[in-house]
């Protein structure tokens, strides 16, 4: 059974920071790509970050490029996502997901068959 436990969403105000992280069980997680989406109220789900099976490689959205990390450690099957200079319009439910045998990742939801229940992160101006 497949298991993506989110952690480390909460309330801050502009300017910011968080820690996310995504505790996946179930999974060959060494042989799995995984991403951080987000999906804000009355809007779609978009892609956050990623990161390659393959080589490690990390893939960011435009609106979070330069401000948020993508993250993993291998050893604990652990991903995370340092949000920083975090905005009002960051304000969504975070998701982790994973891609198993999907070496080099893009933020396309289809490509994700786990997903996690998601942690709330609420920015204040």
Do not use: H
């Not at 992280?21 to 987000?38: D, E, H, K, L, N």
């Amino acid at each position: 059974q497949v298991r993506l436990v989110e952690s480390g969403g909460g309330s801050v105000q502009a300017g910011g920071s968080l820690r996310l992280s995504c505790a996946a069980s179930g999974v060959t997680y060494i042989t799995s790509s995984m991403a951080w989406f987000r999906q804000a109220p009355g809007k779609e789900r978009e892609g956050v970050a990623c990161i390659s099976a393959g080589d490690g490689s990390t893939y960011y959205a435009d609106s979070v490029k330069g401000r948020f990390t993508i993250s993993e450690d291998k050893a604990k099957n652990t991903l995370y996502l340092q949000a920083n200079s975090l905005k009002p319009d960051d304000t969504a439910i975070y998701y982790c997901a994973a891609a198993p045998f999907v070496r080099r990742c893009a933020l396309n939801p289809a490509d994700f068959r786990y997903w996690g229940q998601g942690t709330q992160v609420t920015v204040s101006a």
